[in-house]
């Protein structure tokens, strides 16, 4: 795939082009159990059966999950953490406890983020933004999510056993990381593929094809909605947005991607994205595919809408979409994940749930 | 005042060095009742009696303040909303609910940001990282907090009247909002100093003489501190470790700075911070100032250790410090917000609260 540039960064009114893109050189998943149920569960990099981690409480459970899957993401590209410049992250709790107390070892430089279930698409950007302006040879993203913390966090303790509409998301436990490494003037040595490589020959341990060529960062988009229990619809305006943003910013249509991956809109907010998407004159039915759906088997699982959370989009990233772009399946994707901007204090007091979406184009190179 | 430039951006292990580094050209701050009675009254943009700024919540009302922060901000340099590029913005709350809230009517793209009470270094750190970058013309920079909200966040409601032990502090009731301007390859034509201006003449409504040149990023520091009542102990160490790094990174000591600056410590962490940095071997009391010591009159006022909050910090920048740098009386300055890194339920949990601080080197051009 050519990659286009012209020296100009900036691009229409939200996006960037990066010169010289950064590439994604390691990911990593660590996932509960009903992840590992679920259609990728073989993909993921670690998984636990008690969703504890060998932790005593669902936060510190995450924050472990965070550090294990840096610790992973690091392992693989055989990079110690000292070596890494930059660290963003973010998950769902208040104060991004989760992230604070899973990164905390790895001693990292590091930059908290909060952009709900988009904070993956937050982390990457900025670490690919990082990497691309020369900041640092490697920048680390991490994001997580926990199915009991985040159920104590917005919703109801879990032995309370409450019931949920059918609109309602399964928030993902699971954290992804991923190793970004700044482009070298010349391609680098150890790159062992020195021609497209057959797919069955590809190890997806460590990525050498996988490049971030741009960014369009979301805005916030409220739309009025204020059921906190159907988060797809709230989301689904975000998504669009940036979707068609990113079309309009870089001048193409749904044709130039082979998908666009949405981050937890769910079946109910899918629908409702193709038909905002449509009366905006793109159709992306037959490239979109959304990492809440793909994540668990609705019927199976029991799952609702499907799965959410800053754990969602990126185990879904680490673990089934960037080993496809590896190995060339996919040319070019728009990742977009998606985020609802809540919290109970403004649920309770009577506040919509705005939405915002980070578009981040990941190519085969 | 040189600026040392020779190409290389990454200094040291934590710090960077912009080659053509981003002006400040206009900052606001807007603050409660308290804050309109202390020390630095008279500077601040805009105040209100009630601290609820029209709003029927406390929340709300920090919504209010962060949004009011912003369109100051471009209103003294006459810049719409529509020039931004990208806004970092993060607040104290679960959920960053109050930076969702206030700056949603900008419809700016955003970067959500968390780091406690150092979010504002944090933004400004990556305004800085993102101009200087060629990632757009215009960013802004905005963090807040509030009295009300926090206390309801992290303490007691505010009927509850309970006792607040001396090492306790007050959340300051403000937001502070900054537009990041990319450095020109030329001098703008529209600056309207040709030479050194005397002190007297100076408008500082807007600001043509800032930049920002370097940052060091923080990591997370913890001594295993567990008082949330006595944040300044548990900032203090973040704040040498940022500190010291920087000296290190820039072969620079305290020397160097006309003035360094933390957040707010507040005056016991102020004294273990002097010690921790003797440490080091390094002395800088007859440098060292804190926001959160100088925003309000500690006898007068009964606000116990000093001011705190992601709003201390860049009100007491925005109103007090530029100024300064603005008219020359200090040329190099250290800015270094700390915030402590902990949740209610990280507290009920027993968890210890560590630190974290980020740099910003600002000199007057």
Known sequence: ??????????????????????????????????????????????TNEDDL??????????STMQ????????????????????????????????????????????????????????????AGMSAAAG???????????????AEKEFRFPLGYANQRPLSAHWTVTGSGAFLVRAAEEESPAEDPYSSEPAETDVDTSTLSHVRITGVTVGKIVDYGLKDSQNMGACMAPAAMDTIVQNFED???????????????LGNVGQSILFDLVRGKGYDIRKKHLDCGMTIYDRERQDTHAGGSGCGCAAVTLASFILPKIEKGEWKRVLFVPTGALLSTVSFNEGASVPGIAHGIILEHF
């Open 1 to 46: 795939m050519e990659h286009f540039t012209d020296g100009q960064i900036t691009r229409g009114k939200q996006s960037l082009i990066f010169e010289n893109p950064p590439y994604i050189v390691s990911a990593a998943s660590v996932v509960g159990s009903k992840e590992a149920e679920g259609p990728l569960g073989k993909l993921f990099d670690m």
């Open 53 to 62: 981690f060998g932790a005593q409480t669902w936060e510190e459970a995450e």
């Open 67 to 126: 550090k294990e899957a840096c610790v992973l993401a690091l392992g693989k590209s055989h990079i110690k953490a000292e070596e890494i410049r930059y660290l963003f992250g973010g998950d769902l709790l208040r104060q991004g406890i989760a992230t604070s107390m899973g990164v905390e070892a790895l001693q990292i430089p590091m930059f908290g983020l909060y952009g709900a279930c988009s904070t993956s698409g937050e982390a990457l950007a900025l």
């Open 135 to 149: 900041y640092g040879r490697y920048m680390l993203a991490v994001t997580s999510s926990h199915f009991g913390s």
């Open 250 to 264: 870089m001048g193409w249509n749904e044709e130039d991607y082979d998908r666009i991956i949405t981050g937890d």
